[in-house]
């Protein structure tokens, strides 16, 4: 275990060359506090968990003082922002403090979140408020807990400080831990500016030191390009299976490693509804629940042609078509696992959209239906009462209920086995809008970040019953319907 002085820092970007970059250092915070601290994700870094309570650690994670060993930069990088390309991005208000080896032998990039302007700051302040914070903290960690590749967090430092959205708020810093934060636009933005020498380097550094397999191969950058398509496919399987949407599937908020990645608008489905669309700013929906699937290959085509200085038009295309099929595979394998089958047919094709349709024109919420669907019983004449209350067509339940019953029997499972199976894949507690709302309340208002703590613990272990924590399953309150949230973080 480490101290935040004894940390192993390499850099392995700041090696590469400048103009992938700006030097600079962290804005100081003023009036900085500890907000919350994630023991589990410094066992991540080796950083021992009482570093936490030293004074020292609110200067180091606020951006106030330098971490020993680090050496801060802004990764630049550009992308297409709902559809629209943008020739220049960059880290706005996010500093790469440098990347931590632990024992096991992995790195760790440790990046401040709202640390000051930078020269890729725009119009913006630099700044994230303590609202955005908290929902990308928690999120993380639900995402984990969910077994979903996503970024981590590891604190939040507050401050007093005034910050102007759509309200005045209040700052706040977040450390980020992902293995890597280039995303697709950091290629993009080469391509659009013809300097593809620059372009070979990112792609041969990505692939050295995260997809170090392919890094022998002779056709290293199509292979790299493909392990993209199949990880990202796989992630939005996850995202459909689950319910969660992103808000933002900009090509700048795409992780080159398939992580779930910038946490801003996201919402995870309640009364199900495919075109569920969790960003208010989002008029057209264009990152509506429904379209993530097909927004994720839009935005892999995007990297591809970006790729293309590298590649062959033919390799682009042959990696791209591997996106639908896997998708497909992931996602069926995954809705089987929920339905408690022991693997998808094609005729359980219907049986699924049916279903999908009865819990949308039911307004039933996703996430309780399949966690009940668990306590199905099999036996004929079993009328599963409580699946059977939730639903105003009964008679449509009932019908559907019959052949769910008839293509559970051709599986002989019995229903305890199946059940412990779907309990292990429908969870029962996700990260509702209210749940996070009441914990940003209670932080901005009360200072009371207690809640914070509660909801981490929840959602580590959102398979497990927690029969103490149920009322965090309830749907959610009347007041819940008033929750807007934006890209104003
Ligand atoms: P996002 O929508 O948060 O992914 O951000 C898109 C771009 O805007 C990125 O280049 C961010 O760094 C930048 N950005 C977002 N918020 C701010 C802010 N408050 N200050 C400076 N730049 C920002
Ligand atoms: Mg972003």
Known sequence: MRTVETLQFDHSFARLPGAFYTRLFPTPLPTPYLVHFNEDAAGLIDLHPKEAARPEFIDYFSGNRLLPGSEPLAMLYSGHQFGVYVPQLGDGRAILLGEVRNQAGERWEMQLKGAGRTPYSRDGDGRAVLRST???????????????PTTRALSIVGSDQKIFRETVET?????????????????????????HELLRTL???????????LAEKKEK?????????????????????????????NTDNMSILGLTFDYGPFGFVEAYDPGFICNHSDHIGRYAFNRQPQIGLWNLSALAQSLTPLISKEAATEALDQYEPVFNAHYTTLMARKLGLKEFRN?????LLDLLRLLQSNKIDYTHFFRALGNFKQAPGERNSDLRARFIDIAAFDAWAERYRSRLLADTLPDAE????M??????YILRNYLAQIAIRKATEERDYTEIGRLLHLLRRPFDEQPEMARYAEPPPDWAKEIQVSCSS
């Open 203 to 213: 792609a041969d550094y990505v692939i050295a030191h995260h997809f170090p397999a």
């Open 418 to 421: 199946r059940k412990r199976a």
């Open 423 to 428: 309990d292990r894949i429908n969870p029962k």
């Open 171 to 195: 700052a706040a810093v977040l450390l980020r831990l992902a293995p890597s934060h280039v995303r697709f636009g950091s290629f993009q933005i080469f391509y659009y500016r013809r300097q």
């Open 134 to 148: 908290i929902r990308e903290y928690l999120c993380g960690e639900a995402m984990q807990g969910l077994g979903i």
């Open 347 to 351: 005729e359980d094709v219907p049986l």
């Open 221 to 249: 950058h199509a292979l790299f390009l493909m392990e993209v398509v199949l990880r990202t496919a796989r992630l939005m399987a996850e995202w459909q299976a689950v319910g969660f949407a992103h808000g933002v599937m």
